[in-house]
């Protein structure tokens, strides 16, 4: 009997090891997630005040647009374009932009992003834009070379077209009324 009432506790212990594992996992990946999709609104953003009338708004991160143009929007073509060399991830590469996440000052230094998100706009045909983001999670190490070492990693892509009417007053941001 007492052999099967500690079998049993073995049995729970390793299980909840296993949810643990599991939950941590989960909200590593959904922190990567969060954050790569803070970088791809604001690449778009970016992007969006290229061709708003009022001008760009972003300065210094406007001319790090890649101009050589991807074709078409065949995935195959789009693999070929800027995101897809992993140099281009690098921190010392001229055309990433990193996004800083402001957080608040009551935030815990532990809750704080450690890694900020990026990511890369590309000029498309037909004035569009490729525009791909990458976020990481806290625990996340990146080597020299721009390549995840361990830790999670999220990728998030869009196909912006700012002629379709997404241009307002506040530059592509709706201002609450």
Same mark, same amino acid.
């Given at each position: 009997?007492?052999?099967?009432?500690?079998?049993?506790?073995?049995?729970?212990a390793?299980? !909840?090891?296993?949810y643990?594992?599991?939950?941590?996992?989960?909200?590593?990946?959904?922190?990567?997630?969060?954050?790569?999709?803070?970088?791809?609104?604001?690449?778009?953003?970016?992007?969006?005040?290229?061709?708003?009338?009022?001008?760009?708004?972003?300065?210094?991160?406007?001319?790090k647009?890649?101009?050589?143009?991807?074709?078409?929007?065949?995935?195959?073509?789009?693999?070929?374009?800027?995101?897809?060399t992993?140099?281009?991830?690098?921190?010392?590469?001229?055309?990433?932009?990193?996004?800083?996440?402001?957080?608040?000052?009551?935030?815990?230094?532990?809750?704080?992003?450690?890694?900020?998100?990026?990511?890369?706009?590309?000029?498309?045909?037909?004035?569009?834009?490729?525009?791909?983001?990458?976020?990481?999670?806290?625990?996340?190490?990146?080597?020299?070379?721009?390549?995840?070492? !361990?830790?999670?990693?999220?990728?998030?892509?869009?196909?912006?077209?700012?002629?379709?009417?997404?241009?307002?007053?506040?530059?592509?941001?709706?201002q609450?009324?």
């Amino acid at each position: 009997m007492l052999v099967i009432v500690s079998f049993a506790g073995l049995i729970a212990a390793r299980n !909840s090891a296993t949810y643990e594992q599991f939950s941590n996992n989960l909200r590593t990946n959904q922190f990567a997630r969060q954050t790569a999709e803070a970088a791809l609104h604001y690449c778009e953003r970016v992007a969006i005040s290229t061709v708003d009338t009022v001008g760009p708004q972003f300065p210094l991160v406007t001319p790090k647009i890649f101009t050589t143009a991807v074709a078409s929007d065949d995935p195959t073509v789009v693999q070929t374009a800027e995101w897809n060399t992993k140099s281009r991830w690098a921190a010392t590469e001229p055309n990433l932009i990193t996004v800083t996440l402001n957080n608040s000052s009551g935030v815990q230094a532990s809750a704080q992003t450690k890694n900020n998100p990026s990511c890369i706009v590309q000029q498309m045909a037909g004035d569009r834009f490729l525009i791909t983001s990458r976020g990481l999670s806290n625990d996340a190490v990146v080597a020299a070379d721009g390549s995840l070492s !361990s830790g999670s990693e999220v990728w998030l892509q869009s196909v912006l077209t700012p002629g379709i009417p997404t241009v307002t007053a506040a530059h592509g941001v709706e201002q609450p009324l």
